[in-house]
């Protein structure tokens, strides 16, 4: 199984931060990748158990199901059902927890998949580079950080 785990400081509180990312069809309002998005069957986008089907802005289409929401623990989990990238038992898991030394706010997003031996390394990069990092730079610019 591989993991891929990104880290980040965002220059805004962790409620700020959270009304922002909690949606679970906002992608296309904060992530620079996402096209658009839609919940299918019309469910509310904080249900556990919805499905986002989205579209990347290079074509691909991708749906996840969310696993958990957590107000509480600024927290969410969601597996891939159907993607082009290549990945199979993809969980992932977004939290942010507040930083105490200003009004900042620690993100961490992390995945746990298989995958072809031999597309480790570029899905690695991909993941953790432009999904995962490239969501935390456009927070942090949101933020004006």
């Known amino acids: 199984m591989t993991h891929v785990y ?86 992932a898991v977004m939290k942010l927890s507040p930083v105490t030394d200003g009004n900042r706010c620690f993100a961490e997003w992390y995945a746990d998949f298989d995958c072809a031996p031999d597309r480790e390394a570029e899905l690695t990069a991909s993941i953790g580079g432009g999904v995962f990092q490239g969501g935390f730079d456009a927070l942090k610019s949101r933020f004006g950080g």
């Open 6 to 91: 990104a880290s980040s400081i965002i220059s805004a509180s962790v409620d700020q931060v959270w009304k922002v990312v909690r949606d679970f069809n906002a992608l296309p309002a904060w992530h620079p990748s996402i096209a658009e998005s839609r919940i299918e069957e019309g469910r509310p986008a904080d249900q556990v158990g919805c499905v986002r089907a989205f579209r990347l802005k290079d074509g691909g289409f991708i749906r996840e199901q969310l696993l958990a929401l957590s107000d509480y623990d600024f927290s969410c989990s969601y597996a891939i059902l159907e993607s082009p990238m290549g990945v199979e038992n993809y969980v």
